[in-house]
């Protein structure tokens, strides 16, 4: 069983920035792919970013290129997400996820592991 461990949420104003991470403990022998997600009050949870195991290939949603960068350790499964330029609209709950199949990632299919979330809340 593998346990995907999130930190790094909180308070920020508009504009400001955060940095999230996520390690896997447990059996982490298996190679996986990683990515996060959101889900706001409301609404379905929704694919924010991914990187394959190696980190050569990144995916990310429309809403947050250009202000969010995905990046993880090499040859573990941890994996950071810098968020910068943060908007009220970035507001949710975060989940990191694990996956064998980067190529299903960003449709939330084949998810192996979920994290339990951490709350990112942007307001002034």
């Known amino acids: 069983q593998v346990r995907l461990v999130e930190s790094g949420g909180g308070l920020v104003q508009p504009g400001g920035s955060l940095r999230l991470s996520c390690a896997a403990s447990g059996r982490t022998s298996s190679n996986y792919a990683m990515g996060w997600f959101r889900q706001a009050p409301g609404k379905e949870r929704e694919f924010v970013s991914a990187i394959s195991w190696g980190g050569g290939s990144t995916n990310y949603a429309d809403s947050v290129k250009g202000r969010f960068t995905i990046s993880r350790v090499k040859g573990k499964n941890t994996v950071f997400l810098q968020m910068n330029s943060l908007k009220p609209e970035d507001t949710a709950v975060y989940y990191c996820?694990?996956?064998?199949?980067?190529?299903?990632?960003?449709?939330?299919?084949?998810?192996?592991?979920w994290g339990q979330g951490t709350q990112i809340t942007v307001s002034s």
């Open positions: 996820a694990a996956t064998a199949f980067y190529s299903r990632i960003t449709r939330g299919e084949a998810i192996d592991y």
